[in-house]
Structure formats: C-alpha cells, structure tokens
C-alpha cells in the first residue's frame, strides 16, 4: 500500500511558477513509474505528466510540454512537477499517482494522492 501527499500549490498570477512535490510512503517507491494527472471543476481528471520508475523516460500532455517538467528522487520517495509559465486553464487540483508501468492512463494508476490546488488569475 503506497500512501502519497501532495504539496506546494497556491493561487498565482499568469506567467508565474510553481512547484508540486509528492512525497511518496509505504510502498518501493523506485518500483513504480509516477504520474501527475489534474482536474478542474465540471471536467474529466486529465492526464499531465509521467515518469517511469527510474526516471529516464517522461511523457507529457501536450497542452503543458515545454512548461512544465516531471522529475524524481527516488533517494527521498518523492516525484515534483516544476510549473512555469503558468496559465489560467492550469487551474485544476492536481494529483500525483503510483502505477505499476508507465502509462498515461488515468485508468493504470493504483495509487492517488489527495490532490493540492492551482489557481492561476489573469
């Protein structure tokens, strides 16, 4: 049983930057490939990054590529989602998540957090 915590969201201004942490417990971290997924009110939880278990491999939704980075310690159980350039459609609660393969399907995931939010004004 993994357990996970997210952190680090808050309300922002457009074009700022955030950073979420996922500190993960519980469970071999170095053994699941972790993804961070997001959802705004009245929509589908969406996919938005992923990164395998050793962390040479990450993937993105196309509407964050080239803003936002995945990364991993596994030394401290933790996966981060660096965020810049920050835009008011990122508004959503965003979760981190522990699967057994690398997937961007939310469907693949076994393990949610509790969600932090991300509001972005304009």
């Known amino acids: 049983q993994v357990q996970l915590v997210e952190s680090g969201g808050g309300a922002v201004q457009a074009g700022a930057s955030l950073r979420l942490s996922c500190a993960a417990s519980?469970?071999?971290?170095?053994?699941?490939?972790m993804g961070w997924f997001r959802q705004a009110p009245g929509k589908v939880r969406e996919f938005v990054a992923t990164?395998?278990?050793?962390?040479?491999?990450?993937n993105y939704a196309d509407s964050v590529k080239a803003r936002f980075t995945i990364s991993r310690d596994n030394a401290k159980n933790t996966v981060y989602l660096q965020m810049n350039s920050l835009k008011p459609e990122d508004t959503a609660v965003y979760y981190c998540?522990?699967?057994?393969?690398?997937?961007?399907?939310?469907?693949?995931?076994?393990?949610w957090g509790q969600g932090t939010q991300v509001t972005v004004s304009s």
């Open positions: 519980g469970g071999t971290f170095s053994s699941y490939a």
């Open positions: 990164i395998s278990a050793t962390g040479g491999t990450t």
């Open positions: 998540a522990a699967s057994y393969w690398y997937s961007t399907s939310r469907t693949d995931y076994k393990y």
